[in-house]
Structures are given as structure tokens and as C-alpha cells.
């Protein structure tokens, strides 16, 4: 039987239906927001535009091909009475429409594509009256590490961002080739070694949701998950300081941790933390930090869900130290400070774009 987390069965019987029959249904599953069909930002809300956009368009070469190779089958049936004419040899207005059509459908979706290309580009600070939150992502064997400059902490395996404010994603890899990808928030883009690429999104609302490597990377590449949490700028404020207090200090030890390859419960152990479940990485939920119940992990979400691990003092160069593989500065670390709510338009912005 087909099982859609968040979803319970229809009441007729999913056995009996073909497996993408299903697909539709997956794009309004209670709070298991997975897919950019139920977009939860202006960049997936974009791409499910485009998306249907595509569809409809592409179906103007498709639905007339389902709909006459039937009835061109049963009018020159074996027996029927259509026209016999043997001799015919070409119609103009057919040539028209065989090679017309299709031309302008890829002219259309050529266009379609171009301009949505542009105004999608991952590299494009989203409009906002308030400033991004600038977060660096590092993508290791196999786990995720946010870091915050601006608040000088760091997580490992989940992003927690201000809803309704812009992020501002710089991200690489430190190890393989690795794809950075929240469905619900749109925009896949690669991850590499030695090199830093560009992405901006942004939450509409407070919620939870799912992110993951699209990229094979190694043996435990499937377990490279993580969460992401949209919180009221409140309760992100309250967020970053919980981690300043309750962090753990970012020391060349966790570092080389991080360096091997591990999965997220495996580091807590070696870290001497823990999960809720010795096998945290297949599957436990853990604790939330103290973030509050309406933004915690659907029960059918948590398999996505670890035990949370923060850091603090972190150096302030370490994100550059990754990308160029040379050791960070432990002497000038980030100086710990509580999170200041969002700007509003009319306030001066404490952070570049």
C-alpha cells in the first residue's frame, strides 16, 4: 500500500491504483510539506507556477495526439467505412499543423523558460524591506552545518530561519559533489569543493520542513537530512539565545569530527551527546531546543528529525577556512550576542544584502 506521510488514506482502496495516480495528492498533505506543489515560499509558489504553466501548454501537442490515434484507429478500421485513398500523398494544412504546432509550443516554453530562468536565479537577493539573514551551509560526510554569523552560533542538521524575512544561503561542500535542496521552499543547487555558490529563499509562514542531499555521495548520502524551522522572529530570537547558552564550544575536536565520515547520532555519541534512540540516524526524534509545540516536527515527519546539536564560539573565519582548506583562526572567535529581531523598513538595515 502507497503511504504519503501526513496523508491518511481516501476512502477507496490506493492498492488499486496505478502508483502516479497518487501524485497529485502529495501536494496537500496535512503538515508534511513536501514537494513544491505545496510551496510554502515566493520561490517554490514561482516554480509550481511554471510548473503548470509547462503543463498546459505541452498539452496542446499532447491531448490532440490522446484523442485522434483512437478515433483514427476505429475510422480506418479493418471493415469500417471511411474513404479509401490510396493514392493520397500530402495536404498542405496537414504539414501546417504537424510542424506549426510543435514549433510554436517550443518557441512558447523556450520563452517561458528563459524568462522564469531570470527571475529565478539563485544568486538574486529576494525584494524585502528587511535585511537576509545571512547563513553559511557546509555539507559534509554525511550532515549538514548552518552557521550564523551574524549570531556567531552554528547547527548541525537543522536550519531555523525568521519566517517572512529573506535567507541568504552561501554554501560548499566539504567533501563531494552535494545538492542542497527544502522542496517546500524551492531551488535545488549544487554544493561543491573549494568553491562557494549562492542561494535566497524565504518562509511565508512558521512551519516545518523537510530538506535533504539529491546527490549520491557515499553510503550514507540517504541519511544526509535535515530540518528546516520558520519561526515568528520572537521565538527565533529566543532560539538564538538558548543556543549561545546551551551550545557547545566549536573546538578543532568537533571539527575533525565533522571532517570524518559520520552520520549526524554517530558525531553526537563521539561528541559525548546523545539521542533519544542510540540509532538517532534511522529514524529517532529528538528534542526541539525549546522551540514551541506548533513549530516541532509532525509525528510523521519525525524520521527527518535528530536530537538538535549547537555550537558556539565559533572562529569568525571558519566558513572561509573550510572553502580553502587551511585551519581556522581559533584565537578570534565570534563574539556571542542575542539575535535582534528583524529590522523594520523605516530602521537602518545592521546587515548587507
Known sequence: M???????????????LPAWSVLPLLAGCGDAHLSFLDPQGPIAAAQRQHFWWVIVITLTVVLPVLVLTPLILWRYRYGGHARYRPHWAFSKLA????????LVVVAVLGSLTWRSTLALDPYRPLPSDQPPLEVEVVGFDWK?????PEQGIATLDELVIPAGRPISLRLTSASVMQGFFVPALGSQIDVMNRMVTRLHLEADAPGVFPGRNMQYSGRE???????????????FAAFTTRAHAQGRAFTPEVLDRLMAQNTHAALARA????????HADDGATGDTSGVSDEHTVPATLGALDRAPLHFTRLPSDLFAAIVAHRAPDWDHAIAPRPANPPLSADATPGATP
Do not use: K, M, N
Not at 549538514?144 to 550564523?148: A, D, K, N, V
Not at 561528541?271 to 542510540?278: F, R
Open 2 to 16: 502507497i503511504q504519503v506521510p501526513g496523508c491518511r488514506p481516501p476512502w477507496w482502496r490506493l492498492p488499486r
Open 95 to 102: 504539414d501546417l499543423a504537424i510542424w506549426g504546432i510543435p
Open 144 to 148: 549538514w552545518l548552518f552557521i550564523y
Open 221 to 235: 548520502f540517504y541519511r544526509q537530512r535535515f530540518v528546516t524551522r520558520a519561526l515568528s522572529a520572537d521565538d
Open 271 to 278: 561528541l559525548g551527546g546523545h539521542t533519544e534512540d542510540s
